[in-house]
């Protein structure tokens, strides 16, 4: 795996090295050894797969607070998404800031967010299928949201979202409240 870093402190684009023979090729997408090393999560109780029916469907920006906050690694396994982090940490260099990447089927990449990070995405393709590994299970009362339009965020998504969820559309604009510790 290369671990390719982000501008936001602590996160990392994850790229596969593929090993390929005349079948195709194997690549490991989670190693505990390498992950830990870069002081990343290891321990993933949780699994989750979000199935995206039409382009343009919009998901987020979502997190869950202490003591449930969770560390995401996220990959497309169908389709393309374009998927973003935000920094919430509020002793972070990098608070405030956002970070974004397509995760295809194609390119094979993933996103490593750490705990105290806001999560959404873009579907790109129809039929966008996300897998993600989470360091913490899911407790409802730590669920927490902010608009994916937040003027202070000023995410640049790259296609106005065609598709939304009622509760996505009813989060408010980013609190100084909300940050994580």
Not at 65 to 76: I, N, T, V, Y
Request: proline residues 7%.
């Amino acid at each position: 795996m290369i671990f390719q870093p982000t501008p936001l402190a602590g996160a990392y684009v994850i790229e596969l090295e593929p090993h390929a023979d005349e079948r195709g090729f194997f690549a490991r997408t989670f190693c505990e050894r390498e992950f830990g090393a870069r002081g990343l999560a290891t321990r993933f109780p949780q699994a989750n797969t979000s199935f995206n029916a039409r382009a343009g469907t919009l998901r987020g920006m979502h997190w869950q607070a202490a003591p449930h906050a969770e560390a995401k690694l996220m990959r497309c396994t169908s389709g393309a998404i374009f998927d973003v982090i935000v920094d919430l940490r509020r002793r972070s260099p990098t608070l405030l800031r956002w970070f974004g990447v397509e995760l295809s089927a194609r390119n094979r990449k993933a996103l490593y967010a750490p705990e105290g990070f806001a999560h959404g995405f873009l579907t790109l393709t129809p039929e966008a299928e996300v897998a993600y590994l989470m360091s913490a299970s899911y407790a409802p009362e730590a669920a927490r949201g902010a608009r994916y339009d937040d003027p202070r965020l000023g995410i640049a998504w790259p296609a106005k979202p065609a598709v939304i969820s009622a509760r996505d559309l009813a989060y408010p604009d980013l609190d100084d409240g909300l940050l994580q510790d």
